[in-house]
Nanobody
Framework: QVQLVESGGGLVQAGGPLSLSCAASGSIFRLIHMGWYRQAPGKQRELVAA???????NYADSVKGRFTISRDNAKKTVDLQMNSLKPEDTAVYYCTAEVIAGDRLFSGMGGDYWGQGTQVTVSS
């Protein structure tokens, strides 16, 4: 089994910063991509940012220039630094990963492994 545990989040005023962190643990052979999705009330879950093990990144257009994703391969962690937050960033944020587990079974991003979700609320 693979576990993803998130920390961070909370309430912030518009324009402020907030950071999220996610740690992976369990039976992991290889972590490939790690990333963050979010889901606002009444909306579909959407990809916010992802990062490959080599460091290449991908961002949703709505967060480019404001959010920065980073990872520590040795610690199996991924962080999301969110700056210049807007009320429309309000959502539950979920960590996910593309994993080859210890039994060599593959699970893609947004597949089997998700964090518990952490609420981010941006007040106007």
């Amino acid at each position: 089994q693979v576990q993803l545990v998130e920390s961070g989040g909370g309430l912030v005023q518009a324009g402020g910063p907030l950071s999220l962190s996610c740690a992976a643990s369990g039976s992991i052979f290889r972590l490939i991509h790690m990333g963050w999705y979010r889901q606002a009330p009444g909306k579909q879950r959407e990809l916010v940012a992802a990062i490959a093990s080599g460091g290449s990144t991908n961002y949703a257009d709505s967060v480019k220039g404001r959010f920065t994703i980073s990872r520590d391969n040795a610690k199996k962690t991924v962080d999301l630094q969110m700056n210049s937050l807007k009320p429309e960033d309000t959502a539950v944020y979920y960590c996910t990963a593309e994993v080859i587990a210890g039994d060599r079974l593959f699970s893609g991003m947004g597949g089997d492994y998700w964090g518990q979700g952490t609420q981010v609320t941006v007040s106007s």
